[in-house]
């Protein structure tokens, strides 16, 4: 995101209610370690320079001021979203530093998420912290999408979809699964798309039917199918989409007939999906589809997921999930059905749980 | 990097080096939940998901099998590198499906590595298994590249040689930062690259003294300096490079004199290096030419880091770093100096430690 769009009302206003979460749940304050969390409660980086190497953590109290913690690297990008007071810099000794900068302001006992926690931190935090398991807080909030949020979502959406009408021009004979997921990136980035959200997946006949295929050097050919599952991030914000082109002269009868099922489960779900539903219902209506139809063995996977700042987050749309959906809810829907003999048809929307009911992004 | 180039030999040649260890260090089995180490040793999947979202774990036992896990998903790949017999497919209860799977092999205890393991995972594998820290293992092979490797890593820096050759006809007067980032990333994918292997930083004038500058809306003058720090993934090995262009006229003096600076302290730093020098004197070398010069508070961080299968890898040469110099280490050597007020300049090569010093990559 550029610099020039971080609202620092928006992100006060998101500590607000964590900080009512955390009054409500009797943790008095929580260490903000996972990238994304961080990101969605100060609009402070919102990738970590590796998977293993933080570039900063957030502690948000119940009551009382904030504090951001980064190296030196980034200490110019924290003043321009963060006061200077309430922003440590650390150096070797991290967790010290951290003590120190917190026991001034009487913090002295931490809440923190055990998934996005690593067992070194942890060992050495607690030389300093009295620390309490607290993990998912921020993830219910992230679940609900702000009206701004939408509107960020939906605008990546949008390339998403200019993209895809943009492709039966591109998806030619003779061209590689990799070469054609780089003319997608390239589409995308032209477009002005952060980057992909994920490594697209371009799977020409058989290759469809594996859902991680890898683009390869399988060829487009005069007469196949070829599915394409991309999404880019627009804003910090990211989309996913599924489509499954034909290449070619008329399309054969079992890829109309498997994209006619794909495409009936897909409406079948969006038809059960409004707020006090349960989650799981969504997959069963879809997975009913292909019941009535003999072929729910060939839907190998869950029907979708949430997505915001990050392609997977919560909830998943799985037949064992629980709760229901809520307003500002945006999840994926994307059945699908793979015959690793044949290949697979695969068909995905961004939709926006309503009031009422859901619309696709 | 490609099914077609997977080498079972290579990782299991490496599998072999990490049993020695583990027999020598005691431990009886070792879970590697890392995601570069994962790959290291089975050439399976070398990036997960997302942070949070792990593709697999592997197991190697000082004596008997190894073991891959991993999901549904993921099992063709596997499958395609791995013993059938030697993997187990979980579906949402990953610990104890590993549990039942690993004590029918009779392993009931786990080295861990305490920085690539949350505490969730570990409160959930305690409950099956005796856990023991053991950090730091693998990290210590991946440390001395194999021949094979640093040709690798050749050929990824002499991709970044062939872009920033390219890149004084790209930088004209008028293209902003961003654009510049984009250019870049554009001219690697096209020759080949997997991807970037960080994203690039390109910083005009006082942008180049950010040592983490993102790319924006700054755009190149008709007399400036522009800073280029961009490095590519090529068959899954990374290249890191930095280089200062002047774009315009005449450089300033200013500039010539600050680049001339840098260049002598990267020649004295890699003229020190050599095995049996302790790595820490690198740094020093370096500084030395910045302190006769009055300049040395302009350098802000360390000298440079180790590369391959990461961007950042060990050793670390700062000024406390311990240990020696060794043959096939890979390490970036990029001193610069920083004023906020003007500017930077960074220069960056990689670099091999050979029997007798260092070379250039």
Avoid at 90 to 96: E, F, I, L, P
Avoid at 122 to 136: I, K, Q, V
Avoid at 200 to 227: F, M, Q, Y
Avoid at 265 to 284: D, F, L, R, S
Wanted: charged letters at 25%; glycine letters at 8%.
């Amino acid at each position: 995101m550029e610099v020039s769009t971080i609202d620092r009302p928006l992100f006060e206003n998101r500590r607000e209610r964590l900080k009512a979460l955390l009054a409500a749940e009797g943790v008095p304050a929580l260490l903000v370690s996972y990238p994304a969390n961080r990101y969605y409660l100060s609009g402070f980086e919102q990738h970590d320079s590796q998977c293993n190497e933080s570039v900063g953590w957030l502690v948000v109290t119940a009551k009382g001021p904030d504090a951001l913690f980064t190296d030196a690297r980034f200490t110019e990008a924290a003043l321009r979203l963060w006061p200077e007071e309430d922003l440590c810099v650390y150096g070797a000794g991290k967790h010290a530093a951290m003590a120190a900068f917190l026991k001034d302001r009487g913090v002295t006992a931490l809440g923190f998420d055990p998934k996005a926690m690593s067992v070194y931190d942890h060992e050495s935090l607690r030389e300093h912290f009295e620390l309490t398991p607290a993990g998912g807080l921020v993830e219910r909030l992230r679940l609900i999408k702000e009206p701004g949020e939408i509107e960020l979502l939906r605008a990546a959406c949008g390339l998403n979809h200019r993209i895809m009408r943009a492709l039966p021009d591109v998806l030619v004979p003779g061209m590689s699964e990799a070469d054609a997921a780089w003319q997608i990136e390239r589409l995308f980035r032209e477009a002005g798309a952060e980057g992909l959200s994920f490594p697209s997946i371009v799977g020409v006949d058989k290759n469809a039917a594996l859902p991680h295929a890898i683009p390869g050097d399988t060829k487009i050919s005069r007469d196949c199918l070829v599915l394409v599952d991309t999404g880019c991030r627009l804003s910090g914000y990211c989309s996913d989409q599924t489509r499954t082109f034909w290449v070619g002269r008329e399309p054969s009868e079992r890829f109309q007939d498997t994209k006619r099922l794909v495409v009936n489960a897909q409406k079948a779900a969006m038809e059960v999906i409004k707020p006090g539903v349960k989650m799981a219902e969504a997959y069963h209506a879809a997975r009913r589809v292909f019941e009535e139809a003999g072929v729910a063995e060939q839907f190998t996977h869950s029907l979708g997921h949430g997505i915001g700042l990050e392609t997977h987050e919560g909830p998943s749309l799985a037949p064992r999930t629980e709760g229901e959906f809520k307003p500002g809810m945006v999840i994926t829907v994307e059945p699908g059905l793979y015959d690793p003999a044949w290949g697979g048809v695969r068909w995905e929307y961004m939709v926006v749980v309503t009031e009422e009911g859901c619309r696709a992004l």
